[in-house]
Every structure is written in C-alpha cells, then in structure tokens.
C-alpha cells in the first residue's frame, strides 16, 4: 500500500465507506430485516406513475444519458420559477457535495459545519485536505449564530447548513437562515441542503435568490419522491457558480432512467402531497410509539423522528442493536450528546407496527444489559 | 465570475461537456435522427432478461442502493476468476477515470498519452492539475514503444492505453501490451482502457494479473452488454489499489437499478454472445458500405467502423454534416491525421440500410461543397 505512487493527500486518507448499508448489515445477520427504518428512505415508495415511466424506460437503456441533463434542468427550473442556468443536476447530494468541496476546497482552507452534522459532507471535505472546523448543536439544533461566527473566525471558504437537520429532525425558520447568510464573512459560500425541505413546514425554506453566489441550495429525489436508489439530486445557485459544476462534474453521471424518472417524479405532485401526508402520520405515530415507551421524540420537519433514549450514546447504541437483533433497521447519530438518540424513518404502518411490538422487549433488554 | 472563491485549479478550467450528446444535436436539429450511429452505443440493446430485471425492480428504487455494490462485485469477480478485493464499481468508466486521476495525480505530475486517443481521461488529468504529455498515433494505432518511451522520459505517474482502441478500432496482441507494462518506468501505472474488449478477438487482452499494482483494468456494461444509459463500470485491480478508490468515491455513486441490471447482463452470456456476431455482421456491412462508396474502412476490433474519407478532417467534417443533414448521427476523431476518419456505430440492419442510402448524396455533397 505504501509503495502505490497515490498523491500524500490521498495516502494520508483512511479507505473507508462512510455509511454502513442494510444490506451488508443483512448480510452479517444472515437475514433481512422486517423494518427498514434506519436509512430515512422512502418507504412509501416512488409515485405508480414513476415506476411506470421507468419499467417503460429501460428497453431504452443503451442510449448514453443525456449528460446535459436537459429535460430534468428545464423541469426543475420551470417547478422552482429559476432558469436552466441556475440549475445543476448529479448523482445525489453526495456526488453534488464532492463537486462543490472539489471546487472551492484546497488542502488547508477551513470548512465550517456544526459537530455530528452530514458525515458524507466531511468525507469529501477530509478528500480534498480541507480543515473542518466545527460548532455544536445547540438544544438539538444547528446553531445558526454560532456557525457564522466560526466561519467569520476561521475565514471558512465553505459553510455546511442542513434545514431541516438531519439527523435530528429539526428546523429552522427562514428568517434565521437569511441572517446566516448575511453574518457569512467575504468569501464564504453556504451549501444550504434541503434534502428534506419538502416535509418542513411553509416558511422554512428561504425564497430563492438566484442572484446570490454565496448560496448553493441541494435538493434531491432521494426523500420525498422516494428515488433513493437512482442517485439523482439536484443545486440550484447563482448562474456562474452553477456553471463552474460543468469543469469538475462527470457529465456522464447521472443515470439515463434516473433522469425520466425524476421528470416523471415532478410531474405527479399529487402523489408527493399524499405521501407528505403520509410522511407527516407515520411521524406522529413513531412519536406515540416513543412516548408509549416512556422515550422523548423530537420534534421533526423530516421524513423521521429522532428519539432521546434518556440515557448515555452506549445505552441509545444497545437500543439499535436489540432493535436489530428483533429485525428492525434503524440508526443512531454519531456524537455526544445528540448520541443519546435513535432516528427511525417513517414508513408503511405495518412495519411501525412491528417496530410497536418490539421496542419494548428491545429497551427491556437494553436496559437489562 | 472571477470573484467566485474557487480554487486557482478550478479558475484555470474551462466549463465545458466533453461531448456534444445526440440529444443536443437532435434539440438543435429540431427533431430525431433516424440512425443512432455516433456515440459506439450498441444499438441492438440490452438482453430482455436485463429489461425485465429493471422493469420488476423499478419499484424498489425508493431503496439507497448497496454503496459496497457487494452482489455485482461478487458477479465481476466471479466471472472473471479473481476476488471481489480486486473490484470496485463505479459510475460508468468515466467516473473511474476521475477517481484514477484523483489518486495519482496532482499539479504537475506528467499522465501520459496518445494524441487523439479517450478525451475525457484528459479532462479529468486537467480537471486535477496534471500535465499531459503525448506520442501521436502510429500508423492508425496507438504506439505502445513510443508511449513507454514518453512515460519514461517524462516520468509519467499514469499512463493511458485504450485496447482495443477508441476512436480507430485498432488492437494489439496481448504480447504487446505485456511488453508496454514492462516498458513502464518505476512508479508508473497503466490505465489498460478494455471497454470494447468483448469485442476483440481472442489474445488481444492479456490474462489479468493482480498481483500487479502497476495495472488498472478498466471495462464496463456500456457496450457489450448495451447498458450505457446506465452508467455502470468496474476496474480490476490489485487489491490496495482496489481499495484506494474508497478514499475517494461516491460510495452511493451507481444506481440501485444499474447494479442489478449489470448482474443480470453478467448472467446472461448467451444473449451477450449473440449481440457480439451481430456486432460483427455489423462491421462487414459497415465495411461494405464504405468501399461501396469509395472508402477505405479501417480493420476494427470494437463495435464501431472507423472509415478513412480520403482527404483532410475538413473534408471528413463536411461528410459527417452532410450526414446529420440526412439523419444520421456519426462522430469523428479530433485531431489530424485520425481526423480524415469518420467513426460508425454498429448497429441494426435497418439503420445501416438507411445509412447506405444516404453515404453517396452525402459524400456527393460534402465533395461539392
């Protein structure tokens, strides 16, 4: 490994996955899980209209995709009321974030985030030698005031905000994500994810301003649309800033039937609006479930409810463990103090119903361990 | 612009799409081609065993996909006899590529190659700071003498090889490229591009060696297995390198859908047997329609026909226009003297046929103009 003639940067980084998946997890078990709550998907699944458009599709699989992107730019630009211009579409967020970090990010320059935020984010920011400083949650919250201030401080090129916040579930207003962005230094520029934005409640996504080069707003097909597993997402910026994607990204990258799909996705906003409904039972459930269990759930705008077990990060840890060992998938955030959490996805009533009939053997068992 | 805080890298790049897709050109057209013959797609499509596999997994794409892509590593490796260790997948060859360079390259470092050969394995070299270096094409192949001869003398970290080739459809014997390894100076690695390996006859690829750290094997299901809208590719390797790539990759980078498409293409041999003679018929008839027309076609070991027009790129462009202006999409090398050549797709019969009646007025009007 030593001899590889690899960059010192890249012989400096761990060989890591940063999330380990339900399926490798089902693997070590030997078997599948009953509720696959853990990896905030969709479990309602994509819209009928969606799953048709593909199944249509895939004859037509050995067309290149279009690597401009075209018909899913125009018809999230004309959703959101922006040009094609302000429009970046790859292979979800995450593809999205190594092209940012990539472009703004040189070995040294200070990245700020909030401590226990978006691991994904750190990885490419660790990947191109950037320095992360971090802030922590306040009362289980980003602390807005305190990261802009940590920008202004370490001269932070790149400002990480998530809002709603995974993976605590929280929000906050847009006003206060405005004066974020108004107390970033000269120099800085927010990559805003909204990944979960289509659950939070109106008035939290900030309008856009297209005008503005300091923000970059992630958006993705991945939650409320149910498209997980086509890696599509999408940035919407500045027409310059947006533009600099074309110098770094893998025009190729985004899957031929990932495209059709996420147009098709757009154009059934009725079933979006059911499954937010859905979204929005399914997290009042996971809450009475908690509190049946004498467990706090947090207040969420998201597609999942993190739970306070009340107890130390070991004890939340044994909570997700007996959960697996009764065939529930969920997962936990990674730092103290948020650790004392679990976050369990919403999802079909049967599988909270199952999640129902074993969490109290499960905190029994914990507790007794 | 200039005042995006981008790194000074990314200042240097030009914003740019590597090729103009069949889609752009049919939008500027204003309406479809009637031979899809430009992009070495492989127009006889991908097995119906593959299509039914999307089609019943569409409705499981609200799933993240496997980031260790286990199931289809385990296929590739089983099917090419080494360990899953010596596998990664990624977004197509293109987005391996961009994690190569990544890794070995930095400002400065010299990446060799042939002038005219794969054009996004150079935006990625640019993309990370490094400096290309060149040996021309000898005799409508790439010179592997002459590009050991580079590497050593420029003491180039990567060095690319595409056999058989692209954008000629030339090859060399096994024995060559063995000896092209061995010619490589210390702390070199070869980038061996095998994408249309399928299509060579037999001894062209050397026996994969995995023990040699020198060598990344490159293949994907975009041509072959007819799958290019998927964006699915693997590099064989030794395992250190192997696992160098989770340093860097987009571990949720490769569609659910394209995971289990391309493990269902790997099963079915029989059906990739077939596309592989009708590939070939293809290529007689390809040839026969240029020497029909006067042309010369090149031997060709991939799925496409390379045809030397006979006079200068100039002309060749004038042709390839004359083409699109009756419908048909064809492409071209870039840089003389390979671009005398006009470069066709196999395809179906139906598509060559109607090539064939449009090449005379085509070549009519090319010569005319």
């Not at 819209?47 to 593909?54: D, E, N, Q």
């Not at 895939?58 to 094609?84: F, M, R, T």
């Not at 302000?86 to 700020?112: H, K, S």
């Not at 927010?190 to 289509?198: K, T």
Request: charged share 25%; aromatic share 8%; with cysteine.
């Amino acid at each position: 490994m030593n001899d590889l003639p690899v960059t010192p940067l890249v012989r400096s980084l761990p060989s890591s996955v940063p999330f380990v998946g339900p399926e490798t997890l089902e693997r070590r078990r030997g078997g599948p899980f009953r509720a696959r709550l853990g990896a905030n998907e969709n479990g309602f699944g994509p819209a009928p209209s969606v799953v048709a458009a593909m199944a249509a599709a895939a004859a037509q699989s050995w067309k290149y995709c279009d690597p401009e992107n075209h018909d899913l730019k125009q018809a999230i630009a004309a959703h959101l009321g922006v040009a094609p211009e302000n429009v970046v579409v790859g292979e979800g967020i995450d593809g999205l974030f190594g092209y940012t970090v990539r472009m703004f990010v040189e070995p040294g320059i200070a990245v700020a985030t909030s401590q226990g935020a978006y691991p994904t984010f750190n990885f490419h920011v660790a990947g191109y030698g950037g320095r992360l400083v971090t802030v922590p949650y306040a009362n289980d919250r980003e602390d807005p005031q305190a990261l802009a201030d940590l920008a202004r401080r370490e001269k932070a090129r790149l400002v990480f905000f998530a809002n709603p916040d995974n993976p605590m579930g929280s929000w906050w207003p847009a006003a206060d994500v405005t004066r974020l962005i108004s107390g970033l230094p000269d120099g800085a520029v927010l990559c805003l994810d909204e990944a979960y934005g289509e659950f939070a409640p109106e008035g939290t996504l900030p309008p856009l301003d297209v005008s503005d080069p300091r923000v970059i707003r992630f958006r993705t097909f991945s939650k409320a649309y149910g498209l997980a597993g086509l890696r599509v997402a999408y940035a919407v910026g500045e027409k310059d800033v947006i533009k600099s994607f074309d110098k770094v990204r893998n025009h190729f990258g985004v899957n031929k039937l990932a495209q059709g799909a996420a147009v098709a996705a757009l154009a059934d906003q009725r079933y979006l609006h059911e499954v937010i409904g859905k979204v929005k039972e399914a997290r009042e459930r996971l809450s009475a479930i908690a509190r049946d269990n004498g467990l706090k759930p947090l207040p969420s705008a998201t597609n999942f409810v993190t739970i306070d077990c009340g107890r130390d990060g070991a004890f939340a840890r044994r909570v997700l463990e007996e959960l697996a060992r009764r065939d529930v998938f969920v997962r936990m955030p990674g730092v103290p103090p948020l650790d004392r959490c679990i976050r369990i996805s919403a999802g079909p009533a049967s599988e909270l119903d199952y999640l129902a009939s074993v969490l109290p053997d499960s905190l029994k068992a914990a507790r007794g361990s």
